[in-house]
């Protein structure tokens, strides 16, 4: 398990290098639309390129999950799910708030998604690097980390992100944004959902909730949480978050409270 954390992490190191060597000169005007307020760039299809190359070589038969090219073949004992490049529009603008997110997943014959083992977030402006090996905990740099131990909403932390993709739910996520906003000390938006779920893994952010995110923005960051003490679940409070995209986590008893205003406040889930 440490050899396949290793690997993960030499490999996210190089999708960081290929993202700073062109931080500042790529700019949104070259970026291609991929839908409304989605984009993508040379340096994001490089960057996948980079680490497709690296963990197929590294890893033989393993299978890899890209958000820019998809899913390169079938089979195989492991699958890669990889973000190149998380906060696309962060990064064009020239806003350092954008990360590498890579997990490795224990596939399960039969079955859509498998067991998450390794989850490795790099923050590349800084060289911040979070990583969560299963059933061994989570670091940042090297140093164990936990969730916070917060039990009262009131003086909270939230973080979240904006249905961008799936704008249909702009209104149930407004009336949870409302009721969230009213009862703890603040909400945040970085724009870069697997650094929000490393930040709410340390306790900088209490809890986080998101719609429509793709399995990518998540599978590395869910685990990191989970090794870090948190609790993350889809909106129903299962374990399909990879399926479903609408995530929330937290520690047990914010993640607890935030379950339940969603669950009262999305038309689909209330009572």
Not at 34 to 46: I, W
């Amino acid at each position: 398990m440490q050899n396949l954390l290793d690997i993960a992490i030499s490999g996210v190191r190089l999708g960081g290098e290929v993202l700073m060597d062109h931080f500042g000169s790529v700019k949104l005007a070259q970026a291609d639309v991929k839908s409304a307020g989605d984009y993508v760039s040379g340096v994001d299809r490089r960057s996948e390129e980079v680490l497709r190359e690296f963990y197929q070589r590294e890893l033989p038969g393993s299978v890899f999950l890209g958000e820019e090219f998809g899913q390169a073949h079938l089979g195989g004992d492991y699958r890669w799910i990889v973000d190149p490049l998380d906060g696309t529009t962060n990064y064009l603008q020239g806003l350092p708030i954008f990360g590498v997110s890579v997990a490795l997943e224990k596939t399960i014959p039969g079955k859509a998604w498998g067991e998450l083992i390794v989850g490795v977030v790099l923050h590349p402006p800084s060289g911040d690097i979070w990583t969560a090996l299963k059933g061994q905990g989570a670091g940042k740099n090297g140093k164990q980390i936990s969730v916070g131990n917060k039990t009262d909403l009131s003086n909270c932390l939230i973080g979240t992100g904006f249905p961008f993709r799936t704008k249909g739910e702009l209104d149930d996520y407004m009336k949870t944004f409302e009721e969230i906003c009213r009862l703890t000390s603040g909400i945040r938006r970085p724009g870069a959902a697997s650094l929000d779920l490393c930040w709410t893994a340390e306790g900088v952010f209490d809890g986080f909730w998101e719609h429509g995110l793709s399995p990518w923005d998540i599978a590395a960051g869910a685990l990191i949480i989970k090794e870090a003490g948190g609790l993350f679940t889809s909106f129903t409070g299962d374990e399909n978050f990879l399926a479903t995209g609408n995530v929330v986590g937290g520690n047990p008893h914010i993640h607890a409270r935030m379950l339940e205003i969603i669950q009262r406040t999305v038309s689909r889930l209330a009572p």
